[in-house]
Structures are given as C-alpha cells and as structure tokens.
C-alpha cells in the first residue's frame, strides 16, 4: 500500500518524492503548497475536496488536467480517481480543468536526466525524484514524453482516496456512526443497516472537514476499474460529432481571422500591401502581427481568402537555404567542436577498432518532418473588459497564462485558458505560436471574440520540425555477436530550439540527440555513443517519440547490420545481446508471435526492431512482401511493456497508432527546402499512409517492468527501422536513408 502526506482541502501538497522513496528535499518553494484552483468558482454547498474532484449540483467531476489528442488519456486518467473514489466512470463528468501549477507534471523532465530506464541504482533513483523540484518550480502543466499516467499513477488515485475519506467523515457526522462501520459504493456511502447518502448529498458538510493526514491506496487485487479495458470518454461525443475541438468554438458576435507569416521561419516581414485584401467581401480588417500580417473577416472562408491577396516583402532566413545545404550542416557536425554528449563510452572502443582484421561500417540519414496533425493550428481569443479568455486546443495550458501576461499585461488572475479537444499534435501544441498570435489579434480589436485559424498550407510550412540527422558507426563482429560499436549522431538540439521559444533554459548536453542509442540494454564490451549537435536556427521540436525517432531507425538498422555480417539470426542475437530481461522477454513475445524462424514464401521477409524509450521496452516485427518490385507490408507484431497496465485496449490501440504513425513516416515522409522556404504544403506533397496499406497488426502487452510506464510514444520507434530490414530480408537492399521510398517503392 501506498501513503501520501497530508492533502487538505484548500491546498494540495505534492508527495510524490515521499511515496518514490522517502527523499525529501528541504527547498522552501517546493515544500510550499500549492492552491487548490477549484475553489475559486464553487458555488455555496459545493466542494472541491482536492484538485481532482469537484461534487456540485451537476453531480461528480473529476479533473483529468493533461491534453486529451486523440490517446485517450483522460479517460484513463480519470479511471485512476474514480478507483479511489468508488465511482464507475459513467457515473462521473470529466473535464480537463484550469490551467495552474497544481497540475505540475513531475515525469515528464525524468526522461531528460543522464540516466538509462534500466539504472535502478540509487543515484539514478535520487536524480529522479530530484526532477520533481523544477517541475514544481516551473509549475509546468504539460502532456507530453508519454508521462501523464506515471506522473498520475500515485498522485490521482491518492486524490480519489482522499476525497472518499472526507465523504465517509461527512456521512459519519450525519448518520452519527464511527467511520470505520462506513463503506462507498458505487457513489454512495452505505452505513451497516443499509442507509445510503450519495456524494452529492454530502458534498456540504465536506467542505468543512479536514483529510486524514495519510491515506492507503487499494491493492491492485481489489481494483474494479483499473487494469481492465474501459469504454473511452471520449468516444460518444467524438462519434456523434458533438465534441468541441479547438475549431468549433463559436462565440456571440465572433469574428474569424488568418494569418500569413514570412516563410523563411523565424525571419521578419519588410512591408505588406493589403489593398486588395481590404477591398474584399467580409473582411473587417488587416492588422500586422510579428513577421506577418493578419485579416480579420466575417467567417474563416473570406479571411483565408483575403490573406493570400496580400503581397509581401519578406527577409530572408540565417539558416541554410536549401535541403542539401542542411544535410551538409549535419555532415559538418562530426567534429570535436560540435560534441554535444558521450553518455556511454563502455570498454576501450578506440583499441578495439584498431585490433579488429575487419570492421562493419554504415551512415544514416534521416530528414525533417513535419508533424501534420489533421487539426490545423487554432486559437480563439477574447479580450474585454480588463479580462482573457483563450480557447485552445494546448499541451501546455500554464504556458499559455504566462505568454497571455506579456501581451496584455494583465494579472495571471484575469486570464482563463480553456483547454480544448484537439484533433491530434504529435507534439505540435506544445509551441505557443498560434496562440500567441490569437491573443495579438485579439488585443487589436477589444471586446471581440477573434477565432485565428490557420491554413493547412501555413500550417505545413510553418511548423517546428522533427530534426533532421546522420549516424555513422563502426563495429567489430565476432561469430557471436559485436564486440566493439562506435556509433556517432548528429543533429540539431531539440532543447534549445524549443524551450528557447518556451523561455526555459536549457543548458548543457541535449539528450535527445542521443536518445534511445546511448541506453539500450544491449551487453557490448565495447560500445561507444557520441551525440554531435547541429549548430543553425531552423525551428525543430518535439515529434512524436523525439530523439528515438530516428535514432531508434540507426540503431536498430545498426545491429541488424552487425547481424548479417556474421550471418547471425538478427533476433537472436538482439535476444541474447540482452542485459535487461523485461527487455528479454518483448523480444521472445514478438518473436513467438510473428512465428519468427519459420519459413516465409517466395518474395516474402521479415524485420525485427527493438527500442527502449521513455521506459518502456518495445520490440516489433514487420512482415513484407515484394508485389511487381514493389514493397507491400502485409503484417505487423509489437510487443511493449509498461509495467502495470491501466488499460489494455487503450494501450492497445496506442501501439498500433504508434506503429502505423512510424511506418507512415519510414515509408513517405520528407520536408525539403527551397530558397529558405518549405515546399511541401499540404497532403498532396506530405503523403500519409492510405488505409490500404496499414498491415494486419497484433499487439501483445507484458508486465515485467518495474514502474508504471505511458505508451504514446514507444510504440513509434521500432517501426522505421523494422521495415527497412524486412525489405532487406526480402530483397538484399539495405536502405540507409528515410524516406524509404526515394529507394523502392510501396504497393
């Protein structure tokens, strides 16, 4: 069982680094509690018993505060209070609540620390509660790096408890009974001879009690919701087209505006000439914004119309002009002056190159991407009356506040951010630039509600970019597997680009260069990993898994390299290379599951692809054949651990999202770059995979892991390089550059 210190009623005091060990760190700012900022809008009679749980006259709520984008999160999220709580979850409301520090997500800076998944040591135990100080500090509301439901696991379900003590204290006082001859059931508290008070008819005399100072989580034997599939939340509105994303806010008297912003990313804007945009049907109004200008109009329709009449005089960017000119940054970074980290330097791998009779040697490339969510970006915005209010669909609603605050100068107070559906991300709404750009235009015409929505086309050109990159490695191979590996990545810092646009600093090493390569529980005696930062301004951020998107396709291509080499069997070696045995164990399910060993028909291969990312071990195996030379993937295998698992279909339908996302990018995806400017500009360049071409898919969970782990993302990186070694398999071609079809093509 698990014990939390006090939680009261008006303030919420995060435990978690008492619960992960009993480490406490004495800074006075991370000891202070934070708010409850429920309390701020309750009516009399209402109780908002902890930041999670809200019992009004409209009946339960529970706040699930990450970005609900399509991964079912909040749904999962709130299964976790509701456990507690003793509530089915059709009983219950879910919302996603305020934006405030409250909602700090403590997980999320865990994967940026030096310290490999598998390191259980107590340093690497220390580091990581030691992260949940500045994420307190940063008060960073986030979603993102697959960590909502390990940073809930213990927090939520800790609320939930907490909230059914203070019920059962309040039927206690009613019913004049101990506590201790109560029970809840169902959202009831039930006395010994069967009397029934409902939450909601306690809710008053809540108010007025303070928790326990501990309380006990349920064993995991006496769950009733969790660890079984749940129907999601989200699914009735979503399938009725009731639901409200971020595009289908309407507000009494709203006007529309678009916007066009320079091309070349990041420079600025010389002059405009809105003549004709002014003179056309519905438009209201042409306003400057930073390296662009905005149209205001009376529906989305007259504004992207009116936006494109609009000439320009751009700068040019600083960054390279072209897409050779970029590759050739990434090629120049293999330097001593561009080392950026070397986390892993096992063995002497210098004496062994130099020994070796031969030596296995390969380069890399991936490009940038794009991270096309079918949403395109929006923001509406409303300013009047001294007051904010901004509805957006955000990974980072804190964020928001704060760039609210330097545009208009209000009190944090006077700002409300309302966190919408969105219609994907992939990481694309942890930047703030469209809502940035919503309240500017918003600011310039007062007491207007402005709906900023972009067009796919400058949604496309104007992202921030997964990175593009190289490895080169080396390795000496003996009959058994590798002795010695070398392996060297390049690429620019996700860090610093993105977080310099958040303002949080980001010094030293950027371990998303190098992750999922330096920390795969691979047993090599030699095994060296050394991250080369690229040094330009082109905008680049979080993709979906991060550095192990591509690094996962270098890795793994990798080893299956260093396998054929010897003729060695490539999932047996990865199998017996194996240091980790969760790890172990994904390999062996997905190698059981795929009937690998078993002989294929004519034309016909299979790849295998293993990463350990964001905790959580993931092996999958790509089944291909060869149709009139061209690659059809016929079926897919992944096996994944994530230590407890909430919900198995849920986590089930993650991978195969995970998996068909990383395929789609292996096979098509490309940004290129002309006169400083993006060229693809909608899904007619950016192809996505077409139904047709999504394989049978079979998905095994397993539960060795040691912690509870997210799966949004892991299921994404072995999927690339899985692929490319199934058409190796089936065809001899190793194809060391992404896209895979600038070398073959697909059915």
Known sequence: MSKLGTITRRTFLFGSVAIAGGIGFGYYK?????????????????????????????????????????????????????????????QVNVLHGPASAAYFNAAVLEEAIPFAATDTSSMAKRMRNFVHVPAKLLGLQITGGSSSVADAYEKMRVAGAVARGVLIQAAAQKLGAPANSLRTENGTVVSRDGQALSYQSLASAATSIEPESEVALKPQSEWKILGKSQNRIDVPAKSTGTAEFGIDIDLPNMMHASIRVNPN???????FDASKAEAMRGVKKVVAIDNGAAVIASNTWYAFKAVNTIKFDWAKAEYPQNSAAHLKAVEESFHSDHQDSQFR????????????????SGEYKVPY????????????????????????????????????VNITGLDESAITIHTTLMGGSFGR???????????????????????????REEDMTHDNYRPNGMARFKAVVSENGPTAIDLQLAGGSVNTSQMGRLGIPAAGPDIAIVQAAWDQPYGVQNYRVTGYRVKHDFPISSWRSVGSSQNGFFHESMMDEIAHAKGLDPMQMRIDL????????????????SNWGE??????????????????????????????????????????????????RNIEAQVLGGLNFGLAAAM??????????????????????????SPEIEVRILENGDRVKGIGEPGTPPAAPALANAIFAATGQRIRELPLDKSIGFV
């Open 30 to 90: 991370y000891k202070q509690p934070i708010d409850n900022p429920l309390e701020l809008d309750l009516s009399d009679g209402d109780a908002a018993i902890t930041p999670y749980v809200i019992i009004d006259q409209n009946g339960i709520s529970i706040i699930a505060p990450r970005a609900e984008m399509g991964q079912g999160v909040q749904t999962t999220l709130a299964a976790m209070v509701a456990e507690e709580l003793d509530v089915r979850l059709e």
């Open 265 to 271: 990313l990041g420079a600025a804007m010389n002059s």
């Open 345 to 360: 330097d096992d063995g002497d791998v210098d004496a062994a190159l130099e020994n070796a009779s031969s030596i296995v």
């Open 369 to 404: 991407l794009p991270h096309a969510p079918l949403e395109p970006m929006n923001a509406t915005a409303w300013l009047r009356n001294g007051k904010l209010d901004v509805w957006a669909g955000t990974q980072i609603p804190t964020q928001a506040v704060k760039e609210a």
């Open 429 to 455: 709404r942890l930047e703030m630039d469209y809502i940035i750009q919503a309240i500017k235009v918003a600011a310039q015409m007062e007491g207007t509600p402005i709906k900023l929505t972009w067009t």
């Open 578 to 593: 194996m240091t980790h045995e969760p790890s172990r164990k994904v390999l062996e399910a997905v190698a059981e599951m």
């Open 599 to 648: 002989a294929l028909p004519e034309g016909h291969g299979r790849g295998v692809a293993f990463s350990l990312s964001f905790g959580v071990p993931a092996a999958e195996v790509i089944e291909v054949a060869i149709v009139n030379g061209k690659v059809k993937i016929v079926k897919a295998f992944a096996a994944v651990d994530v230590g407890t698992a909430m919900d198995p």
């Open 668 to 693: 098509s995806g490309n940004i290129s770059i002309q006169n400083g400017e993006v060229q693809e500009t909608n899904f007619h360049q950016y192809r996505a995979m077409r139904f047709y071409q």
